[in-house]
């Protein structure tokens, strides 16, 4: 496969996997142990398919960012939903500057726990249908509430698990309304994202003229903002009509043939 064929599977595959509750990190990584990957390596690529997909959720929530920074700015009346984004969003940004380097190297010094993580994630999927029967009337986000998503979103740091599939699931048993969940859900992801990508600039830049050129990266950025924007709304229907929970059987299927191959 050529360089620009390769990009452009991988940002298939962050672009669908990013916001399905499936994990792009975990699917990226299993294409790596397949094809024996290098590209997938290629810091100036894995920057912008990342940044492609941020982009991606700026757009679908546009107006609640734009409210968020007007908070921000120290205008408009959303001061405290902007606390409660940046209270969630806390705990993993935390957790991953004190760990990153043991993040990223965890997959290749335990290959076991990608499956592991599937397995985990495909089984809390499968609790939708209950959280949702329960029958209690839909609650906001508070601090308590902020705290517990906040929480699982540093277990989402995990190669496998899916952020924003933990992170539903949490805000859905804590009794938020469904696209709610999704919306705080995506909202204290964005800062993550857009931070870890702050922090690869660097290295970027000591990187001098490596990596790939223009010619690959630009039509990756475009497919992998395009499949995203798809994704986050199909992701957004499946909530809406129930069947986000479906996601956690391919979740189980996926581990059992990663462990059967062996990879």
Do not use: N
């Not at 290629?42 to 920074?69: E, G, K, N, P, Q």
């Not at 048993?173 to 931070?195: C, D, H, K, M």
Request: glycine fraction near 12%; charge should be positive; include cysteine.
């Amino acid at each position: 496969m050529t360089e620009r064929g390769e990009a452009l599977l991988l940002a298939v595959i962050q672009g669908l996997t990013e916001f399905l509750p499936i994990s792009s990190s975990g699917h990226l990584e299993a294409w790596k142990r397949i094809s024996g990957s290098e590209l997938q390596g290629d810091l100036s690529l894995d920057v912008l398919l990342h940044l492609a997909t941020l982009f991606a959720v700026l757009l679908v929530y546009r107006r609640d960012v734009a409210r968020l920074i007007g908070a921000l700015l120290g205008g408009g009346e959303s001061r405290r939903e902007l606390l409660l984004v940046l209270l969630g969003a806390v705990p993993a940004g935390v957790f991953g500057l004190l760990l990153r380097s043991r993040i990223e190297g965890l997959s290749l010094a335990a290959p076991w726990v990608l499956p592991v993580a599937w397995v985990g994630c495909g089984l809390a999927l499968l609790t939708i249908p209950l959280a949702l029967r329960r029958g209690s009337a839909p609650r906001p986000i508070g601090v308590g509430a902020a705290l517990w998503i906040g929480a699982w979103q540093v277990v989402a740091l995990l190669p496998g698990v899916s952020r924003s599939g933990i992170t539903i699931v949490a805000a859905l048993w804590a009794g938020v309304e469904r696209e709610e969940a999704a919306r705080y859900s995506f909202l204290i992801a964005a800062p993550l994202v857009a931070g870890a990508a702050l922090l690869e600039v660097p290295d970027l830049l000591r990187g001098g003229e490596a990596g790939s050129g223009a010619g690959v990266l630009l039509p990756a950025f475009l497919l992998a903002f395009l499949i995203g924007w798809v994704a986050l709304k199909l992701l957004l229907r499946l909530l809406r009509t129930g069947r986000m929970h479906l996601w956690g059987y391919y979740l189980l299927a996926a581990a059992v043939g990663l462990i059967a191959f062996g990879l």
